[in-house]
């Protein structure tokens, strides 16, 4: 993902993904809530790396990096993404750094505001990569033509 901003760099943003998989990990309390923002996490990696796959295996090259680009705005899914991301791993690790053992630090009404963030940038994000993928097979038909 050649456009992400420093900030939002694919390594970056899989570091982000980890860290924040690490410490819903070791939480403690409220097993439900944590696993199923882990699982939220886990499949926002699965897209990411799909998504900087098909950049960087991308016959369209710059087209598709442009599509890219306008996804990873601060207003866009990306951005917005890796916002919310971000704010889960700080308000984690501030409660970590306080204690040994971190206890859960969110209610489940905030455990739900941040899933459905995270499902409707992740929807997003699947429907960019959709399209890519139709445009890919078009392609594929008019040259086999």
């Given at each position: ?20 998989i ?18 939220e ?9 799909q ?6 295996d ?6 598709w ?10 207003d ?70």
């Amino acid at each position: 993902m050649d456009g992400l901003s420093a900030a939002a760099s694919p390594v970056s943003f899989l570091q982000l993904l980890a860290e924040v998989i690490k410490y819903v990990s070791t939480a403690t309390g409220a097993t439900k809530d944590r696993k199923r923002l882990r699982e939220e996490v886990r499949v926002c990696s699965n897209i990411l790396q799909q998504l900087k796959d098909d950049v960087d295996d991308s016959e369209e090259g710059k087209a598709w990096s442009e599509t890219v680009k306008v996804l990873e705005a601060a207003d866009a899914p990306l951005g917005r993404l890796y916002a919310a991301l971000q704010t889960v791993k700080t308000q984690l690790q501030t409660k970590n750094s306080h204690s040994r053992a971190l206890k859960w630090p969110f209610q489940e009404k905030e455990v739900e505001k941040i899933i459905s963030t995270i499902e409707r940038e992740k929807s997003l994000l699947s429907l960019a990569l959709e399209n890519n993928s139709r445009k890919l097979l078009q392609g594929i038909i008019k040259r086999s033509k």
